[in-house]
Nanobody
Framework: QEQLVESGGGLVQPGGSLRVSCAAS????????IAWYRQAPGKQRELVARITRAEVTYYSDFVKGRFTISRDNGKNTVYLQMNSLKLEDTGVYYC???????????WGKGTLVTISS
C-alpha cells in the first residue's frame, strides 16, 4: 500500500526555522510529484510548494524566498525547509503526491507546525 508520512512539525518562535519531511512507503518517492499544502485553523487548505519528478519547483508567493522544497530519492523523502517563520505559517502541513500532476492522489495525515512566541 502506497503511503506518504509527514514528520518534523513542532513549535518554533517567529523568525526561526524548521524542516518537515515527507517519506514514502510502499513505493519509491522518485516516482512521485510531491506538493506541500497547509491548513490553518478556520481556513482552507492551500498549496505551499511543489516539486516534480524532474525536480522543477514551484512556490506560492507567501513563502517565496523563505521556504525550500527538495527531494532525496535515496532516502525516499521530500523535505520542506522553512526559514524566517511567521505567525501566519502556523498550520497543519500535508504532503500530497502522485505520478501525474493531474492526479495527485496520495495524502499524508499531516504534521502540525506552530509558530508562537
Amino acid at each position: 500500500q502506497e503511503q506518504l508520512v509527514e514528520s518534523g512539525g513542532g513549535l518554533v518562535q517567529p523568525g526561526g526555522s524548521l524542516r518537515v519531511s515527507c517519506a514514502a512507503s510502499g513505493a519509491s518517492i522518485s516516482a512521485y510529484n510531491i506538493a506541500w499544502y497547509r491548513q490553518a485553523p478556520g481556513k482552507q487548505r492551500e498549496l505551499v510548494a511543489r516539486i516534480t519528478r524532474a525536480e522543477v519547483t514551484y512556490y506560492s508567493d507567501f513563502v517565496k524566498g523563505r521556504f525550500t522544497i527538495s527531494r532525496d530519492n535515496g532516502k525516499n523523502t521530500v523535505y520542506l525547509q522553512m526559514n524566517s517563520l511567521k505567525l501566519e505559517d502556523t498550520g497543519v502541513y500535508y504532503c500530497n503526491g502522485g505520478r501525474s500532476l493531474m492526479r495527485m492522489e496520495y495524502w499524508g495525515k499531516g504534521t502540525l507546525v506552530t509558530i508562537s512566541s
